[in-house]
């Protein structure tokens, strides 16, 4: 058998750096974040915790690279450059990838969200997520201050509450939410 290539050992890195964060999804979401341990994190990955403690130097790290993760790939499916001005149609794919997020994974974006409802994990997302939120909400901002609203900041938190009510009820009831009725309601609304 031939030694692994650098290539090999960077797959196995990957894979194994996402199962330990898929396990830590579960274990901070069903345990509370302060509740678990790198212990039970390593029990539910099935690795040893030392080799956590090879690609996480603590319980927070962890965290924060999860919830870090799941916000870029979810940044990186609606496909938003925060240099590009957002344009109708662009809004209109937003609120259809926003709304499908939640629809194509709901376990994981259930978790995600039980996770971030945590009073204890709260300061630590905002903390973290706000730098990298800023530049979405001020996109969002101007797209609501070019359609003359006259309160864009305050049209941006509401369409933002709005779309977090609409994720959580797919989330909490998924086969009976009329996510095609509500979409085009948003877009009536919003864009």
Do not use: C
């Amino acid at each position: 058998m031939a030694p692994r290539s650098p290539e090999q050992f960077a797959e196995i890195r990957e894979v194994r750096r996402h199962q330990i964060l898929d396990a830590a999804l579960h274990v901070f979401a069903e345990d509370s974040y302060h509740g678990s341990s790198i212990a039970a994190v390593a029990k539910r990955a099935k690795v040893s915790k030392g080799l956590i403690y090879n690609y996480f130097k603590s319980k927070e790290e962890l965290l924060l690279t999860l919830i870090t993760d799941l916000f870029d790939e979810a940044m990186e499916l609606m496909d938003v450059d925060p240099e590009v001005p957002l344009t109708h149609e662009k809004f209109i794919d937003v609120i259809h990838k926003s709304v499908d997020v939640s629809v194509q994974n709901p376990q994981r974006w259930k978790l995600y969200m039980s996770l971030s409802f945590q009073p204890d994990v709260t300061p630590l997302l905002m903390e973290k997520m706000l730098p990298r939120i800023q530049p979405f909400m001020i996109q969002m901002n101007n797209y609501f201050m070019e359609r003359g609203h006259q309160d864009p900041i305050t049209m941006m938190r509401y369409y933002s509450a709005v779309m977090d009510g609409v994720q959580l009820h797919i989330l909490m009831d998924p086969q009976n939410f009329p996510v095609d009725k509500v979409k085009q309601m948003m877009i009536d609304q919003f864009a």
